[in-house]
């Protein structure tokens, strides 16, 4: 939960796709946990793993521990991974005198590729778009209960919405709309997650402005209190919305 891609990338089916058509500041795309107003400080940071072991066949589990991410700060986390088939499981603690009374965030920044990511950078046929200008978040949705949020390609200004403090589903997803421009004409390229909590959050949903900027939600857990636990579930899956729950 705490990386970012730096290196060429796969898909689910293992092929890879290319991050060349992408601006240098999207390596952080990714998931972020931080403590505070500042995520650019809980990203890329070390942290030294422990008790890495498969629990059965499809269940592994590991413990990670950052000291300091936040440089200046007496501030621990400590997140327990525990991926089991398609979900991943993660329990994270903060401790330190400087965690108690921060708040407690969760920021998805998650990376959608479309169709031309598949092609060598060195070997893109005419078909590639000018990476300057083409939007590869288009069609990026998120429904938490029965609200979606739309993510548009061409805004022309910052959109953001909050959603305030309510028990945590929240899907976030794209319908890519291939060569006919309909949402559901190429299947194989919809794909989503699902997060849930069992507890309590708000939720800001950020379109910026642009065809090639960033889809962000960011999930606020409230001040942490010493001794709070937080536990968030991913599953992901393929398909149209609605599909995974069939």
Known sequence: IFWSPSETLTDIKGIPYYTAYKAEECKERGFTCYMGDDYKKYMFVPGEFSRVRRISGEEVTWTKEMTAPAEGTDIRLKYVHTLKGPKHIITLEASGKDAVGQNMHLRLCPYFHQGWDLADPEEASE?????????????????????????????????SKTFPERPLRLEIYNRNPGEGKTCDDNPLMNRGFTLTSPG???????????????VVCDVDFGKHKKGRTYTVEFEYWNGAPGDHRQ
């Open 200 to 214: 309590k959050a708000s939720v800001t949903f950020t379109d910026l402005a642009g065809a090639n900027e960033y």
């Open 127 to 159: 078909k590639v778009p000018d990476p300057r200008s083409a939007g590869q978040e288009r069609n990026v949705f998120a429904a938490l209960g029965k609200e979606v949020f739309a993510w548009s390609e061409t805004n022309p200004e910052t959109v």
